[in-house]
C-alpha cells in the first residue's frame, strides 16, 4: 500500500501563486510515476502534470502549461505543483496520485493509488 497526503491548497487572488506538496509513504519502491488531477464542482477529474520518477520526464496538460511546473524531490519522497498566474477556473480540488506502471499517464486508470485532494480556490 502506498498513502499520499497533499498539502498547501487554500484561497488566492487572480494572478497569484500556489505551491502544492504531496508526500508519499508506504510501498513506494513500486513507483513509476507520479502525477496530479483536479476536480472542479460538476466536473470530471482531469488530469494536470506528471513525473516519471526515474529520469524526471514531465508531462502538462495544455492549458497549464507554461503556468504550472511539477517537481520531485527523492530525498524528501515528495512531488510539488508549483502553480502561477492562476485564474478563477483553477478553482478545483487537487489530487495527487502515484503510478506503478507505464501507461497512459495522462489518464485516471494509470494510477494506482490517490491522495484525498487538497482545494484550491482562486477568487477576483
Do not use: H
Request: charged share 20%; glycine share 10%.
Amino acid at each position: 500500500q502506498v498513502q499520499l497526503v497533499e498539502s498547501g491548497g487554500g484561497l488566492v487572488q487572480a494572478g497569484g501563486s500556489l505551491r502544492l506538496s504531496c508526500a508519499a509513504s508506504g510501498r513506494t519502491f513500486s513507483r513509476y510515476a507520479m502525477g496530479w488531477f483536479r476536480q472542479a464542482p460538476g466536473k470530471e477529474r482531469e488530469f494536470v502534470a506528471a513525473i516519471r520518477w526515474t529520469g524526471g520526464m514531465t508531462l502538462y496538460a495544455d492549458s497549464m502549461k507554461g503556468r504550472f511546473t511539477i517537481s520531485r524531490d527523492n530525498a524528501k519522497n515528495t512531488v510539488d505543483l508549483q502553480m502561477n498566474s492562476l485564474k478563477l477556473e483553477d478553482t478545483a480540488i487537487y489530487y495527487c496520485a502515484f503510478a506503478e506502471r507505464a501507461l497512459n499517464l495522462r489518464t485516471n486508470n494509470a494510477y494506482d493509488y490517490w491522495g484525498q485532494g487538497t482545494q484550491v480556490t482562486v477568487s477576483s
